[in-house]
DNA sequence: TCTGGGGTCCTAGGACCC
DNA sequence: TCTGGGGTCCTAGGACCC
């Protein structure tokens, strides 16, 4: 059996943790930029605010019903999450984390919990007792019917906040409930498919023939299809697989056209992408440099456009990547638009030890190793841009919107709170 | 007039997730 | 005025090989 557990409104709760005065009040938070909402409270979804609303097209609303709102504050998010699932693998040996708010559990070598319901009241009461974040327990014996056992413990359970579908009673009754667009894995597209040949629910889909489903949906569709009968076809990871790419960008706090502002940016993202290559031990054997209008500006000529390079040396040196990376700029940046957003994608990624050296290569790599280990330290222990690179400027134009920004309640000492 | 049949590797783009 | 930022996996199709 596996069980999914996911924190109820995450964002929304650790906002309320220190801030109790928020419990009970519609609250949204804000995506980057403070563009539209990505978690809302119970009390903010029955206004009618859906996810991903843009924030000024709801703004009467919030007015009208005194919504609070929040900026988001990913430090925070980001250390509440690790205590989360802390606590719950001090309850399970074998889990995986699957997002910043979900984790996915194995119980199958629990046996000496034969009731796994009382198990996740458990679980979900010390996670409530040492973290403030209410979380909800879906289980059963696949991971996509745990996903569904788990939306289920929302709509129908949610005082107990735990369902276990352990039954094939109780897996027929999960997958009548669930409409088709719901089943973890069927996106707008494939819904609007199924719904067309007359697949209502999961309880439809399951008695799809195989050979149908194969090649429509492919083989994803196919995992699914078992994963629905019982059958797991989706591996089950302890550890965290070796990141693929490593990216880093943004939206413009406003629109900017002049090739000097978006050099700026572009060269704060990549020293912010570089620490994280870093951070992870990677290096990057090619370099994604993209630039974007705003699409949603129909006055606007349009422009969106990214470029792959290949690098001679994989690298993770700062100054290497912000070089290449301007490089990418010229080749891609037109004079007279609008841009909205610019980023970098780190590319085919190295283990940094497999590194292979360019016969040809004058960088001075373990010099600039050691600069860059430096250059992290003081960026960690004071303040991210503590040390920085001059290409990145002065400037905040280029900076986002974080008008409802709360503390770093547990990540700064300035920040904690005091208890009388 | 008329031009094969295997392979591999890479990339772009779509679909999905939170 | 104003609409996020990460990721993954899969497939089709092109380029190339002999």
Known sequence: MIA????????????????????????????????????????????????????????????????????????????????????????????????????????????????????????????????????????????????????????????????????????????????????????????????????????????????WVRKTLTVKGQRLLNELKGISSMLFTDERPAKRNIATMRSFGTLLSAKKDIQHALAAHMATCAAKLRKEGTCARKLQVSIETNNYRTQDKQLSHSIVIDLPVATNSTPELIRYAMKALDMIFKEGHNFKKTGVVALDLVPQPNVQMGLFDTVKRSREKKLMKAVDNINVSFRKDTVRYSVQGYSDKWKLQQQHLSNPYTTRFDQLREVS
């Open 4 to 211: 999914l557990i996911d924190c109820n409104n995450f964002y929304v709760s650790c906002e309320r943790v220190f801030q109790p005065v928020l419990i009970g009040r519609p609250l949204i938070v804000l995506s980057n930029n403070d563009g539209c909402a990505i978690s809302r409270s119970n009390e903010a979804k029955d206004l009618g605010i859906k996810m991903g609303n843009a924030h000024f097209m709801i703004k009467d609303l919030i007015q009208q019903h005194n919504v609070q709102i929040r900026s988001s504050n990913y430090a925070l998010y980001g250390d509440m999450s690790q205590r989360v699932m802390q606590v719950i693998k001090s309850f399970v040996p074998k889990t995986e984390v699957y997002s910043i708010d979900e984790i996915f559990c194995d119980l199958s070598e629990l046996e000496a919990y034969n009731d796994l319901t009382a198990l996740g009241i458990q679980i979900r009461e010390a996670v409530k007792k040492y973290t403030g974040i209410p979380v909800t327990v879906g289980i059963a014996p696949t991971k996509v019917l745990a996903k569904m056992s788990n939306k289920y413990a929302k709509k129908l359970t949610a005082e107990i906040g735990v369902h276990c579908a352990d039954t094939q009673d109780l897996i027929d009754c999960l997958l009548r409930f669930t409409p088709v667009g719901d089943i973890w894995g069927i996106g707008s597209e494939i819904e609007k498919l199924l719904l067309a040949k007359g697949f209502k629910t999961a309880a439809d889909l399951v008695n799809a023939p195989e050979e």
